[in-house]
């Protein structure tokens, strides 16, 4: 069975191959995109089953990034993942399917998506 295969957008690379190794030690596969740019052209290429989204990037913002993906991937699981929790507040972060305020432990955001394929019905995660 395929691996589950989840699309990390994080600007910061420490930070970014944190969660991606993480999510592979928990079976799941990862694909790193560093902008919004480079995200909108991993999604064109299809074969993601859910998205790990930072807000604060340079140039176009997670929050920019959000209703596009809504728009262009309707149902695509996505969660929201920043340091900043007064995001949540913002109407636009209602399209996530969750909202994480990142820790040093990768744990919470491992977690978080078992949870969300769980409730997505997706069967493709090796744990």
């Not at 209703?67 to 309707?74: D, F």
């Not at 920043?82 to 305020?101: C, H, K, P, Q």
């Given at each position: 069975?395929?691996?589950?295969?989840?699309?990390?957008v994080?600007?910061?690379?420490?930070?970014?191959?944190?969660?991606?190794?993480?999510?592979?030690?928990?079976?799941?596969?990862?694909?790193?995109?560093?902008?919004?740019?480079e995200?909108?052209e991993?999604l064109?290429?299809?074969?993601?089953?859910?998205?790990?989204?930072?807000?604060?990037?340079?140039?176009?913002?997670?929050m920019e990034?959000?209703?596009?993906?809504?728009?262009?991937?309707?149902?695509?699981?996505?969660i929201?993942?920043?340091?900043?929790g007064?995001?949540?507040?913002?109407?636009i972060?209602?399209?996530?399917?969750?909202?994480?305020?990142?820790?040093?432990?990768?744990?919470?955001?491992?977690?978080?998506?078992?949870?969300?394929?769980?409730?997505k019905?997706?069967?493709?995660?090796?744990?």
């Amino acid at each position: 069975m395929a691996k589950a295969r989840i699309l990390v957008v994080e600007d910061d690379e420490k930070q970014r191959q944190l969660y991606c190794e993480e999510l592979k030690l928990a079976g799941y596969e990862t694909i790193e995109a560093r902008n919004a740019s480079e995200a909108e052209e991993i999604l064109n290429q299809g074969d993601v089953d859910l998205i790990v989204l930072d807000i604060n990037m340079p140039g176009v913002s997670g929050m920019e990034l959000l209703p596009r993906i809504h728009e262009l991937h309707p149902g695509m699981p996505v969660i929201i993942h920043t340091a900043y929790g007064s995001y949540r507040e913002n109407f636009i972060s209602w399209l996530a399917d969750m909202f994480i305020v990142k820790s040093p432990d990768a744990g919470g955001l491992v977690e978080a998506v078992k949870e969300l394929l769980s409730r997505k019905g997706e069967v493709k995660k090796n744990s």
